[in-house]
């Protein structure tokens, strides 16, 4: 079963949303590692049983899209200009904006807090 994003007036699937949220805070606490390609950032998990990728935009992500084991789980696809307004109600959408934001090294300030955190 895959979900395509943008949904925006259906509810998410909650266990697409917990599965984002994960990521994210496995991400954000440095057990899952990304890797930049050209146009791209990817992980795998350990066995590779689970496989994400963001392709970048001009202005922020294009398309995300999870794999667990060989069966597509999310496929989602990033809403620019006034359909990224109403995003914002969408918990799938938020989850995902905020793992971007942790994988792509978010904006300028948030990389210097953090290395000011780190030291």
Wanted: glycine share 6%; no cysteine; proline share 2%.
């Amino acid at each position: 079963m895959s979900s395509v994003v943008p949904s925006f007036l259906q509810e998410s699937d909650p266990k697409i949303v917990e599965l984002v949220r994960k990521l994210r805070l496995k991400t954000s606490e440095e057990k899952i590692r990304w890797t930049k390609e050209k146009n791209a950032y990817v992980t795998k998990t350990a066995g590779g049983q689970i496989t994400a990728a963001f392709t970048e935009s001009a202005t922020s992500w294009g398309t995300f899209r999870i794999v667990v084991e060989t069966s597509e789980v999310l496929n989602a696809v990033n809403a620019e200009g006034m359909l990224a307004l109403l995003a914002g109600s969408n918990a799938l959408y938020k989850e995902i904006g905020e793992l971007y934001r942790i994988v792509s090294g978010g904006s300028t300030v948030d990389r210097a807090l953090n290395y000011l955190d780190k030291i």
